[in-house]
């Protein structure tokens, strides 16, 4: 069982980046993903949901209106459309699996000019 997140990196305030999270090894298709993010120094902290059908979705506050959850259960994957990115945004972001706790590694995102 597995999670891989990708795409990551460094982006101008403003700018925009799509993260992607892998899954193997499990029922993707059954399965409500999460994304979290955790800045430096701050806790880990939800910030979107997507159910199992793609047809549900729930944001923080902090990024409802930027943020962009989905995914293609062809694929196994979710994504994470970041649009309208600010400073504050910059931290590690990840994939969870909350029927199996389980975490990926997580993808770095840096929001500075």
């Known amino acids: 069982v597995r999670l891989v997140e990708s795409g990551g990196g460094l982006v101008q305030p403003g700018g925009s980046l799509k993260l992607s999270c892998t899954a193997s090894g499990f029922t993707f298709s059954n399965s409500d993903m999460r994304w979290y993010r955790q800045a430096p120094g701050k806790e880990r902290e939800w910030v979107a949901l997507i159910g199992a059908a793609g047809a549900v979705s729930n944001y923080a506050d902090s990024v409802k209106g930027r943020f962009t959850i989905s995914r293609d259960n062809a694929k196994n994957i979710v994504y994470l459309q970041m649009d309208s990115l600010k400073p504050e945004d910059t931290a590690v972001y990840y994939c969870?699996?909350?029927?199996?706790?389980?975490w990926g590694q997580g993808t770095q995102v840096t929001v500075s000019s």
């Open positions: 969870y699996l909350q029927t199996r706790r389980l």
